[in-house]
């Protein structure tokens, strides 16, 4: 709609002519001088930018006439020439001038020159009026004859550039690419020639006008080509279309179109490919395996498993172990080892012992057998389950050690016996016992000490049950029941003979109450268990070496001091002993024994109860604050 739109420069609106579509005419500017066209006043060329021209188009076509070297005055119109259909935004947009255009005309006809013809100018004017409606005068059709049917419905906005272009300045020309030689540089192509129409040629308004042959595309050069300037173009030449240089598909549909074919691929592509996959693949059955698994494990946790259960399990090994393992060790051992039921005289006991010969001889303590008394019972029962009576075949308090011997039993194994001087703090040792009489029990440690003086014993009060050992302190768990025992070294040999534990309860007698095992073991050394149970086999009974004092056991100074008179009244220093040829006399005191020091008088009997009889020793006397060394050879003594 254009009603009451105003006019360029400020002019009144102007009315519509007659039989037009919405479509206006623009008031042309009052130019001075200019000479009327065709008889309409105000008529005049406007000055039109000068662009390269378009290819030729083929013989027949319509073509444009050639704009005039220089602006000039305006000739007479042609009547009736209608060119052929056009795109309107072939020509820039100048203020219409009415009566330019023949009525029946789409505003998209250009005239067609004839001789005596318009300008380029003014058939730019003429080409770009209104469609429908501006003729010579309003109202009065140009040419006469229908007006052919427009390409496309009316715009009723008039939006260019389907209406009326409006009073804007005209388009910018549009670089088309270079051509590209085959050094690199781009050259733009030489525009062909367009054919001119002949005098007097009208083809008709419906005659389409052949796309011009176009080459395929190159690719445009780095930098643009600047524009050329207008250059006056001969009278005979066809104007040049600058919206054809507009089209945005001129280019595409020029070009060929080409069939893409197919892609080669390497070795090395194809490997990769082959890679990709693969991992591919394995990712993805890595993801779905852990989904599963998870599934199932959920499931199993949660519902216990599916049907029976199995418990994974080692299978069947070899029972042999290294020798010098405490399995091995124990192997060995526990076949020579019997645990001892011992009652009689209204009490009762269990102890270990172990075998010293094959005919049936067997070592243990003293304070084991002591319930049985001269008629109580001792049954012996083997690691094998097989039991046996037994008799005691000799004992001693002093040493707490006893031999009993078993009948009728054949293929006994005896255990070998060690030496308990090559014993050295820190070597591994087993114990075997019936702890709690828990027969067969093992266990295992070390050697913690060696020549530890100590005492056990003393119930009867009158120190007659009193035993005094140079033992061998171990950390093999030791407890009531393991008295009597084999300690072992790591070659199985018996090293010594579990006789007392020192028990954090209840004193350190093995039999004085039932606390258990607090690390601290005593052993027999076994060099003198074998005497003393050699001895008891021969005799039976033990000798002890002596040396003939007596001593003052409730001295609290340091060393061992001569007592002033003997236990039976006597004197101190027995007449003609081993003390009295040495020279000891009452009062002495003795610090040490073969250079060793020794702190009291139960310390002094276990170091000389450690040797044999007839063995010599080095004596360190004091007297009168007066030290000396004295010599002297062990004495013997009967066993109890």
């Given amino acids: 709609m254009n009603e009451g739109k105003p006019g360029p420069s400020g002019e009144e609106p102007t009315a519509r002519p007659e039989g037009s579509d919405g479509d206006f005419e623009l008031a042309r500017p009052d130019r001075a001088g200019a000479v009327p066209v065709d008889g309409h006043e105000g008529d005049h060329p406007l000055d039109r930018p000068r662009v390269p021209e378009r290819p030729a188009e083929p013989t027949g076509a319509s073509t444009r006439p050639e704009p005039p070297t220089t602006p000039s005055a305006p000739a007479p119109a042609a009547s009736g020439g209608i060119g052929p259909e056009a795109d309107p935004r072939d020509a820039p947009a100048p203020p219409s001038v009415p009566g330019a255009v023949a009525a029946g005309a789409d505003s998209s006809d250009v005239l067609a020159p004839a001789p005596g013809a318009i300008t380029e100018t003014a058939a ?39 209406g009326e272009p409006g009073p804007w300045a005209p388009a910018p020309p549009v670089q088309h690419p270079a051509v590209t030689p085959a050094h690199g540089m781009a050259t733009a192509p030489p525009p062909p020639a367009a054919p001119t129409a002949s005098p007097g040629a009208h083809p008709g308004p419906s005659a389409p006008v052949p796309p011009a042959p176009v080459t395929a595309p190159v690719p445009p050069a780095p930098v643009a080509a600047p524009e050329p300037a207008p250059v006056a173009a001969p009278a005979d030449a066809a104007p040049a279309d600058p919206w054809g240089r507009y089209d945005p598909w001129a280019v595409a549909a020029a070009a060929p179109l080409q069939q893409a074919g197919p892609t080669v691929i390497d070795a090395k592509q194809r490997r990769g490919r082959a890679r990709r996959a693969v991992v591919g693949a394995a990712l993805v059955l890595a993801l779905v395996s852990g989904g599963i698994g998870g599934i199932v494990g959920t499931y199993l946790e949660r519902n216990g498993g599916v049907g029976t259960v199995e418990l994974p399990q080692a299978g069947q090994e070899a029972a042999g172990r290294d020798p010098d393992s405490v399995a091995g060790i124990a192997a060995q051992a526990l076949p020579s080892v019997v645990t001892l039921h011992v009652s009689g005289a209204g009490e009762a006991g269990t102890g270990t012992g172990f075998v010293l010969d094959a005919r049936g001889h067997i070592l243990t303590n003293n304070h084991v057998v002591e319930p049985a008394g001269d008629d109580g019972e001792i049954t012996v029962t083997f690691n094998s389950g097989d039991t046996a009576e037994a008799t005691v075949v000799g004992r001693d308090s002093g040493y707490d050690l006893a031999v009993v011997r078993v009948k009728g039993v054949s293929g006994l194994a005896p255990l070998p016996l060690g030496n308990s001087d090559n014993v050295r703090v820190g070597d591994p040792v087993v114990a075997i016992g019936a702890p709690f009489d828990l027969a067969g029990t093992v266990t295992s440690g070390i050697i913690s000490a060696r020549e530890r003086p100590i005492t056990a014993g003393g119930e009867k009060g009158d120190g007659s049950d009193v035993s005094y050992v140079d033992a061998l302190q171990t950390d093999a768990p030791i407890n009531p029941g393991n008295s009597g025992g084999p300690l072992l070294d790591a070659e199985a040999r018996v090293i010594g003979i579990n006789s007392a534990i020192r028990s954090a309860g209840s004193g350190a007698d093995l ?21 003393v149970a050699e001895e008891l086999i021969n005799t039976g009974e033990a000798t002890h070496p002596v040396i003939g004092i007596t001593l003052d056991m409730d001295y609290s100074g340091d060393g061992a001091r001569v007592a002033a008179k003997g236990s039976d009244g006597g004197p101190a220093v027995t007449t003609g002993g081993p ?37 010599r020793l080095e004596l360190t006397v004091e007297r009168d604050g007066k030290e000396r060394t004295v010599s002297l050879v062990l004495g013997s003594s009967g066993g109890g």
Avoid: C, M, W
Wanted: charged share 20%.
């Fill in 511 to 531: 039999d004085g109450g039932q606390a258990g095992s607090i690390g601290l073991g005593f052993a027999i050394p076994i060099n003198q268990g074998k005497r």
């Fill in 579 to 615: 003390g009295a040829r040495a020279g000891i006399e009452s009062g002495d005191v003795i610090t040490e024994v073969d250079g060793r020091r020794v702190h009291s008088g139960e310390e002094l009997i276990v170091k000389t109860r450690a040797h044999r009889p007839g063995d």
């Fill in 124 to 162: 730019s004017v003429l080409g770009n009026v209104g469609s429908a409606g501006s003729a010579a005068a309003p109202g009065v059709p140009v040419g006469g004859g229908e007006r052919p049917k427009p390409l496309h419905d009316p715009d009723p906005y008039s939006t260019p550039p389907y």
